[in-house]
Nanobody, 115 residues
Framework: QVQPVESGGGVVQAGGSLRLSCRAA????????IAWYRQVPGKQRELVAD???????NYANAVKGRFTISRDNAMGTVDLQMNSLKPEDTAVYYC?????????WGQGTQVIVSS
């Protein structure tokens, strides 16, 4: 299967915004749940947000009210709008198409939030 490709990471000051984008496999995109995870060194990868093929969304408590996940079925992309960023949001952000056990992971994009 085609590996998802993330983009949009970078360095931003606390309180700022970034928008991540994930381009996933088009042939199964319409039936896929797409998720954003993040990981910092020494910690487990954690779910940030996901969106089902019906556009039902789910957010980690730590990002509720600040992050918004959305999907464009025509383009085969899922975006993560991140507002009011905090230093603790610093991590490598990964896109997952499908389930953690059997899905396809992207290579990740680094987000650094400076205080």
């Amino acid at each position: 299967q085609v590996q998802p490709v993330e983009s949009g990471g970078g360095v931003v000051q606390a309180g700022g915004s970034l928008r991540l984008s994930c381009r996933a496999a088009r042939n199964i995109f319409m039936i896929s749940t797409i998720a954003w995870y993040r990981q910092v060194p020494g910690k487990q990868r954690e779910l940030v947000a996901d969106i089902s093929y019906r556009a039902t969304t789910n957010y980690a408590n730590a990002v509720k009210g600040r992050f918004t996940i959305s999907r464009d079925n025509a383009m085969g992309t899922v975006d993560l709008q991140m507002n009011s960023l905090k230093p603790e949001d610093t991590a490598v952000y990964y896109c997952l198409q499908g389930t953690p056990q059997h899905g396809q992971w992207g290579q990740g994009t680094q987000v650094i939030v400076s205080s």
